[in-house]
């Protein structure tokens, strides 16, 4: 149940940055460049091209995050080595803290003192997301580590 709640709670994000990345305005302070961005601070030239080309990769990253939390706790997901789900399950599980942070950060609105890149009722859908990601992963993790071993 938790996994299916985590999955709720990552739907708006992905939704937003999809709609971004296909040139969708609502939510963005007037003039910013999500893409643009992306090349202003480094990114690599394939996740700008992505970004420019309606793929946004924190999306694809958000729902690889869900598929992960569902392998761990559906039975196709026993035909995969545990630690091959429990590894990224466990690094994923730093979401809820950078969810926390995020959320602590909007509400005292400090962290940055630059113009602001998005309007503030985007910041739910990023914080629920981080949230809900990372704890599905936490407690899917929870469950795959403390089922027992099936025999083949």
């Given amino acids: 149940m938790v996994v299916v709640l985590?999955?709720?709670a990552a739907a708006p994000?992905?939704?937003l940055k999809t709609y971004w990345s296909c040139g969708g305005r609502a939510g963005?302070?007037?003039g910013f460049d999500v893409a643009g961005e992306f090349e202003k601070n480094g990114a690599p030239d394939a996740l700008v091209w992505l970004e420019r080309h309606g793929i946004d990769f924190t999306a694809v990253l958000a729902l690889t995050g869900v598929m992960l939390?569902?392998?761990l706790v559906?039975?196709?997901g026993r035909r995969l080595p545990r630690w091959l789900l429990l590894t990224p399950a466990w690094a994923g599980t730093l979401l809820i803290p950078y969810g926390l942070l995020t959320a602590v950060l909007a509400l005292t609105?400090?962290?940055s003192h630059a113009a602001p890149s998005v309007t503030q009722w985007v910041v739910p859908a990023g914080v629920g997301a981080f949230l809900g990601i990372g704890t599905a992963l936490g407690v899917g993790a929870w469950s795959r580590l403390n089922q027992h071993a099936v025999p083949r």
């Fill in 28 to 30: 963005l302070a007037d």
């Fill in 74 to 76: 559906q039975p196709w």
């Fill in 13 to 15: 994000y992905v939704a």
């Fill in 109 to 111: 609105r400090t962290g």
């Fill in 69 to 71: 939390a569902f392998a």
């Fill in 6 to 8: 985590g999955s709720v």
